[in-house]
């Protein structure tokens, strides 16, 4: 086999999958999007954007991630370095740490559901201390900042592991003399990370943003678990159009516009964390 | 001033002893090497004066002041390190001027500095560069510049020249000699590279297995080594040694010949001279030739000595052949002498 061919013909299966079951589909349900009985429209669009309810879950999905999202980094940022600094047992935190990865997000919000509800682990709790005469249900529409609350919770304790990973991998890949240099010319502690860790961990960061905010805009099902109907989320539409009101070419809209958002904040990210012309990290 | 007191260090890893009962003076503005083979706890004990490792005992002073518990910053000194540690991050400029930065001198200043020390390193077109368009050698000019730009009463450096090509390695070689030279700091520098160390250096110390072996200067350490080891580590080709048995009233038989040696109880010695030190004479060693290899300047000749390897370093005009037995006297004031039981030399 001819060598310059090599690498294509060894990329060709992947390739063909990603054809067949990834662009295939989603030229579908593009055109599904921007058609209405056979016939190019936006009217999908309109329809979609034109619903009361578009503006509220839009604003929500957008609020979750915005509050969510910057929480995690902080987070995994912290867990990160401490994993990195420990000498022994660092391999059994970091496990400990991941479990919630490998819980799927409906059972996720089905946990906190538990520790929410009216006859769940918190009211049990807050009653057997005497904090409140008799339970207090609070996923109702009184309390919305509860909702959001709890939601933002389990968002937090469920899908913070994946950013640990990827940035304990990257902090692991930033060589111990850069530290030592920096000690010696002056760095405390808080400056070597100010000024070594979050610059060299760029990479990494990148990569570990882009996958948690484009997650965050597909958050459902642990919104259903806790919020319901109570806290509408982008993706919630999109399963209401498809399975409750039979829908699909308007499902396929809202579908497309998650992905453009995601696009949009994706490429915002590398932007944002670009690393210099000429610097190598 | 920054006279460098070392009490006593020791430093132990688990078990394993790295250093133990050091004990060095280096005056102000001396250049001491530390040199050694890998592993023999040089760079441990300069990671001790930087303070990027503990001693488990000991003490160590700059400038009269007890500086061992003190935070690397604080120990007016800075640091070379052998991969250079140049920042990918950041350019020319924000590396030479990270400590200063760090220091949060006024612009201006830190402006000045770098620009001196960059202009003193000849990487003053290179500032807004980032590492990685550096070659190995500009590399380094920058780590020894971010060095200089502290103004540090101590300057430490970790083998920084092992890894340039030979070439750039003596350009620099000479190049650190002379800008080090000019800012009046102490230097201590590691190195395994005894070239390095003999061109460099105002007083060596020779270190071995966790202890400093000698510190003396760099003719003194080749000419009078304090133990065998350091004779066998000094030198390219290094010492001869025979084996030596008292011929009584301080005289020595080496190899069937009577030589002049200290007047010692002892029941054996070892005869120790260095492969330039010996010349073709009537009487004398006889050496068998087995290898002759000519090196332009000077022949080398490796042999044997009644039984023990002998190296001699002569005259390129000789004309020696494979198998010839030359006979070589050696310089008598040049001769040396060790007790193989404590492998110190002997006077």
């Not at chain 2, 202009?119 to 070659?135: A, D, V």
Request: with cysteine; net charge neutral; charged share 20%.
């Amino acid at each position: 086999m001819n060598a310059r061919y090599l690498p294509y013909v060894m990329i060709l299966p992947v390739t063909l999958f990603l054809c067949v079951f990834f662009i295939y589909p989603f030229v579908l349900v593009a055109q599904q999007a921007f058609s209405v009985d056979g016939s190019w429209s936006l009217a999908n669009f309109q329809e979609v954007v034109g619903y009361w309810k578009f503006p509220i879950s839009m604003k929500n999905t957008l609020l979750l991630a915005l509050a969510v999202v910057p929480v995690q980094v902080i987070l995994a940022l912290t867990m990160a370095t401490m994993v990195t600094k420990m000498k022994t047992g660092r391999d059994i935190v970091l496990y400990i740490w991941t479990i919630p990865l490998g819980i799927s997000d409906l059972a996720a919000g089905i946990i906190w559901l538990a520790i929410f509800e009216q006859s769940g682990f918190l009211n049990s709790m807050m009653h057997g201390l005497g904090m409140v005469d008799r339970p207090v249900n609070f996923l109702t529409y009184q309390n919305p900042g509860i909702v959001f609350l709890a939601i933002a919770l389990a968002e937090i304790w469920r899908a913070t592991a994946i950013m640990l990973v990827i940035l304990v991998a990257g902090m692991g890949l930033i060589p111990k003399e850069y530290y030592e240099a920096a000690e010696v010319f002056g760095a405390s502690p808080w400056k070597r990370f100010l000024r070594i860790t979050l610059p060299m961990l760029r990479p990494s960061l990148q990569t570990a943003l882009i996958l948690r905010v484009i997650l965050a805009f597909e958050i459902f099902a642990v919104v259903q678990a806790l919020g319901g109907t109570l806290f509408p989320v982008l993706m919630g539409s999109v399963y209401e159009y498809q399975f409750d009101l039979l829908n699909s070419g308007a499902a396929a809209a809202i579908a497309l516009i998650i992905l453009v958002i995601s696009i949009g904040f994706t490429l915002l990210i590398l932007r944002a964390l670009r690393v210099p012309k000429g610097a190598t990290i | 001033m920054a006279e460098i007191l070392i009490k006593n260090v020791a430093k132990r890893f688990g078990t394993y002893q790295a250093l133990q009962d050091i004990n060095l003076t280096i005056s102000d503005q001396e250049f001491m090497v530390l040199l050694g083979a890998s592993g023999c706890g040089k760079s441990t004990l300069l990671r001790i004066i930087a303070g990027l490792e503990t001693a488990t005992e000991g003490e160590v002073w700059i400038g009269g002041r007890r500086i061992d518990h003190l935070a690397p910053k604080d120990r007016g000194i800075s640091m070379v390190f052998q991969n250079y540690a140049v920042f990918p991050h950041l350019t020319v400029f924000e590396n030479i001027g990270f400590g200063l930065r760090m220091q949060k001198l006024p612009q201006a200043d830190v402006e000045r500095r770098v620009a001196r020390t960059a202009e003193l390193m000849q990487i003053g077109e290179l500032l807004k560069r980032y590492s990685g368009e550096l070659s190995g050698g500009q590399r380094q000019r920058v780590a020894v510049a971010r060095a200089l730009a502290m103004e540090p009463d101590v300057i430490l450096m970790d083998e920084p020249l092992s890894n340039l090509d030979a070439l750039l390695r003596l350009e620099m070689r000479a190049e650190l000699k002379g800008v080090l030279a000019e800012s009046s700091t102490t230097a201590i520098y590691v190195t395994h590279d005894q070239v390095e160390a003999m061109s460099l250096a105002d007083r060596i110390s020779v270190m071995h297995e966790g202890r400093i072996a000698q510190a003396a200067t760099p003719v003194e350490v080749y000419r009078n080594p304090a133990e065998r080891f350091i004779a066998s580590f000094i030198g390219n080709p290094p010492m001869n040694f025979i084996d030596a048995t008292p011929a009584g009233d301080g005289k020595w038989t080496v190899a069937g010949q009577v030589f002049d040696g200290p007047a010692t109880e002892k029941g054996k010695l070892e005869f120790a001279i260095r492969p330039e030190d010996v010349r073709g004479a009537e009487q004398g060693l006889s050496l068998n030739v087995r290898v002759v290899e000519p090196l332009g300047a000077h022949l080398l000749v490796t042999g044997a000595v009644d039984g023990h390897l002998f190296r001699a370093v002569l005259d390129s005009d000789l004309v020696v052949n494979r198998g010839d037995v030359l006979t070589l006297a050696p310089l008598p004031d040049r001769v040396r002498w060790f007790d193989p039981d404590t492998t110190l030399a002997v006077n």
